[in-house]
């Protein structure tokens, strides 16, 4: 029956469409755990060590970029997977290096995926 073929057509799109969507948000949902895990010690909110008035990461963007952008790297919207792959494989001033075994590649496209989710404009 053509009504009952369409129908079908119909209600698989609207099945992958929901399993795509799902997808998006376990990979968000997996970067922010990545992040918290490995990334906010330095790039959290919060008082740093010392009297330091941020966290080691957040303070150094807030005085690299003079308050240009905000210190916390989720809410900036110029943050993509190649700076974050760059960074993160190499380490940059005093952020440590991390190896494939520790955040893989999959890992920090999902934590770009949950910044993009939550950047500001
Ligand atoms: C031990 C502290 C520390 C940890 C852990 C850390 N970072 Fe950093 N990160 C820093 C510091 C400090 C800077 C600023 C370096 C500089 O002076 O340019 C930085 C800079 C960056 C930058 C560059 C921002 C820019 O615009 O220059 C990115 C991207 C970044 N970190 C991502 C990450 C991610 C993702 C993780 C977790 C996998 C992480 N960092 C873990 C301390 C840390």
Redesign the pocket.
């Known amino acids: 029956m053509r009504i009952g073929r369409i129908t079908s057509i119909l209600f698989l799109s609207v099945w992958f469409n929901q399993m795509a969507w799902g997808q998006d948000d376990n990979r968000i949902a997996h970067g922010k755990r990545?992040?918290e895990r490995?990334?906010t010690?330095?790039?959290g909110e919060g008082l740093g060590a010392d009297g330091a008035p941020m966290l080691?990461?957040t303070?150094?963007?807030y005085i690299?970029?003079r308050g240009e952008?905000p210190p916390l790297?989720q809410h900036?919207s110029?943050?993509n997977i190649e700076?974050?792959k760059t960074?993160?494989r190499n380490g940059?001033?005093?952020?440590?290096p991390?190896r494939q075994t520790e955040?893989t590649d999959s890992d920090?496209e999902a934590?770009v995926a949950w910044f993009d989710s939550v950047a500001d404009e």
């Open positions: 990545v992040f490995y990334c010690l330095c790039h080691p990461g303070h150094a963007i690299k970029y952008v790297l900036r110029d943050v700076l974050v960074v993160v940059l001033a005093s952020m440590p991390f955040v920090l934590i």
